[in-house]
Nanobody
Framework: QVQLEESGGGLVQAGDSLRLSCAVS????????IAWFRQAPGREREFVAS????????DYADSVKGRFAVSADNAKNTVYLQIDNLRLEDTAAYFC????????????????WGQGTQVTVAS
C-alpha cells in the first residue's frame, strides 16, 4: 500500500512559477515510479512527468519539456513538480500516482493515486 497526498496548487498568473508537492508514504517505496498526471475539465487524464524512487530516472511528456521539472527528496518522502512559465493551458487538477512498472506513462499502469491539487492559471 502506498499513500499519496498532493499540495501546492492554487490560482496563479500566466508566466508565474509553482511547485507542487506529493507526500508519499508506505512500504517498499524503492519499487515504485512516482508520476504526475493532470486532468483538465472535459479532457482525459494525461501523463506529465515521472521519477523512479531509486536512481532518479525521469520522464516527461513532450508538451512540458523545458518548463516542468520533477524531483524527489527521499529523506522527506516527497516528490516535487516545479512548473515554470505557467500557461493558461496548464490549468488542470494535478495528481500524483505510484506504479511498480518501470517508466510507466499510462494511467492504467498506476495502482495508487492522490486526491489531486488544482492549478488555475489566469491571464
Amino acid at each position: 500500500q502506498v499513500q499519496l497526498e498532493e499540495s501546492g496548487g492554487g490560482l496563479v498568473q500566466a508566466g508565474d512559477s509553482l511547485r507542487l508537492s506529493c507526500a508519499v508514504s508506505g512500504r517498499s517505496l524503492n519499487m515504485y515510479t512516482i508520476a504526475w498526471f493532470r486532468q483538465a475539465p472535459g479532457r482525459e487524464r494525461e501523463f506529465v512527468a515521472s521519477i523512479r524512487w531509486v536512481g532518479d530516472t525521469t520522464d516527461y511528456a513532450d508538451s512540458v519539456k523545458g518548463r516542468f521539472a520533477v524531483s524527489a527528496d527521499n529523506a522527506k518522502n516527497t516528490v516535487y513538480l516545479q512548473i515554470d512559465n505557467l500557461r493558461l493551458e496548464d490549468t488542470a487538477a494535478y495528481f500524483c500516482a505510484a506504479s511498480t512498472i518501470y517508466r510507466a506513462i499510462w494511467p492504467r499502469e498506476y495502482d495508487y493515486w492522490g486526491q489531486g491539487t488544482q492549478v488555475t492559471v489566469a491571464s
